[in-house]
């Protein structure tokens, strides 16, 4: 669809609505430049902006293959001999310092970007410091895509495979379904292949493996055609959820993504849904080259008018459901869908900071958790700004799965002040929510702040045991760590 188009629709439509325009300057004006202040280079911090940490050593990636092995068998060897602990780094997008390694050395993989596309096999080889944009952009020259992938394009490969994230992709495991294979560099520095006929074990393992393992060099995946596709949405009740995403969803054949939100206003609190997917058509794609650039201010300024503002949460709602009634009337390319940026919905505020949580509930348990989460959530003093449905069919391949079943993740998303009284409020929300995933027979999702205890984490994962175990067959002198290794390994 032609950007400029969707802006001047979406531009309409504030105004057919009488929506109060000066109501989103004041967000726009209220806000500052940025929320990241620059870091001494000693220091490293994540996504949830709450984990400023020292490290010792903080190293760039080269960006060919030759150099690159060179460089880090000899930061392996400097890690062994000074008894520094390494930590890999990617996008930064995990939450609870599984990218940063207390007073050791961080790699940060980003220049590592090598690409290369096998049109015979449709197999994609590419560095595991790439972007997933990095991918599609190469990608849609060939009238390709990515398969399976996160619902934002800036996240690294390698990241993505060390939390084995998902999309929302119809019918979809996590990304690992999706790996062909992968070339590991273990602690001793040797580069072994490992697929699931070669190293099985090693394979299993760091898919989902937070990094502890090795270092991922170069990646195979496999992908799609690039293809275009029409919207559609339908409102619903929580309740029907599962029965209508079977019905409109699974048993269409021609349906590629499918995602829900669930309203979050205290006016019909999680007692409204919308299912949103995409179809597949007979016109061909627009490529990304031939597309107007991107413009997602006014999307981002809506989104973050919700913060803490009752009136901004219906504003959103209303108008993202609006919206809906015009977009099937466009047609969208599969990677122009793919191509978004966290950006979207990124916090300028200083004092703030945005914080994910996900949960994976049994597809006929999600109707139960919903209710059973309704008076936690309204009885928490911090502010929710989204959950949204995705689908996430049963995961074979990583070893930590999280997907033991097809289930549904909810990904939720807090604002938070940056204090202690916030944080201790978060940490009590995390549990009271994780219990009732339980009660339901879910789990939750590792990337996220280290708020569930081990204890309590082993009984999501009665895997992890056994897990960490096998982290020290490979890796005896844990020279891979961080925080997360730190806090739950012991």
């Not at 596309?117 to 197999?123: A, K």
């Not at 580069?191 to 990646?219: M, T, W």
């Amino acid at each position: 669809m032609n950007k400029k188009i969707y802006v001047m629709l979406l531009i309409l439509f504030l105004a057919l609505m009488a929506i109060p325009s000066g109501y989103l300057i004041r967000v726009k004006l209220n806000e500052a430049k940025s929320n990241s202040a620059l870091l001494p280079a000693i220091y490293r911090d994540d996504a949830s902006h709450l984990n400023l940490t020292r490290v010792r050593l903080l190293v760039n990636a080269a960006e060919q293959p030759e150099q690159l092995h060179k460089q880090l068998k000899a930061l392996l060897q400097y890690a062994q001999q000074n008894h520094l602990n390494i930590a890999l780094a990617g996008a930064k997008h995990s939450m609870g310092g599984q990218s940063i390694s207390p007073d050791g050395i961080v790699i940060n993989m980003l220049p590592y970007r090598a690409m290369q596309f096998d049109v015979e096999q449709n197999i994609l080889t590419i560095g595991s410091g790439a972007t997933w944009q990095d991918a599609i952009q190469y990608l849609d020259r060939y009238g390709k895509s990515i398969a399976i992938m996160q619902s934002f394009s800036n996240f690294s490969i390698g990241g993505s495979i060390s939390v084995n994230g998902h999309g929302w992709q119809k019918n979809a495991a996590p990304i690992s379904s999706s790996i062909v294979s992968f070339t590991l560099m273990l602690a001793d520095g040797n580069i072994v292949n490992c697929s699931r006929q070669q190293n099985p074990e090693l394979f299993k393992l760091v898919i989902g493996g937070y990094g502890l393992f090795g270092i991922i060099l170069d990646v195979k995946l496999k992908v799609v055609d690039n293809t275009a596709l029409k919207f559609h949405s339908v409102s619903l009740k929580p309740a029907q959820y599962h029965e209508t995403y079977q019905a409109l969803v699974t048993e269409q054949e021609h349906i590629q993504f499918a995602y829900g939100r669930l309203k979050i206003s205290n006016k019909g609190f999680l007692q409204q849904a919308t299912l949103n997917y995409f179809e597949k058509t007979n016109q061909a794609p627009v490529a990304l080259a031939q597309q107007a650039p991107k413009n997602e201010e006014i999307r981002r300024i809506v989104f973050r008018g919700s913060v803490n503002n009752e009136y901004g949460k219906r504003l959103r709602w209303d108008l993202e459901n609006a919206l809906n009634l015009i977009l099937p009337y466009s047609t969208f390319s599969r990677n122009e869908i793919l191509s978004e940026d966290a950006a979207l919905i990124e916090n300028h505020d200083p004092n703030s900071t945005d914080i994910l949580h996900e949960y994976f509930i049994p597809k006929q348990q999600l109707a139960g958790f919903i209710e059973d989460i309704k008076p936690i959530l309204h009885n928490s003093p911090l502010d929710l700004l989204n959950i949204t449905i995705r689908e996430v069919k049963k995961d074979s391949d990583a070893y930590m799965n999280y997907a033991r079943e097809d289930v549904f993740g909810l990904v939720f998303l807090f604002n938070q002040r940056k204090n202690v009284q916030q944080e201790q409020q978060m940490k009590v929300l995390s549990n009271q929510l994780l219990d009732v995933a339980l009660q339901h027979h879910g789990t939750f999702y590792l990337p996220y702040r280290l708020h569930i205890s081990p204890e309590k984490m082993r009984r999501a994962y009665p895997q992890a045991q056994q897990f960490f175990a096998l982290k020290k067959k490979y890796d005896p002198n844990e020279i891979f760590s961080n925080q997360l290794y730190n806090y739950y390994a012991p």
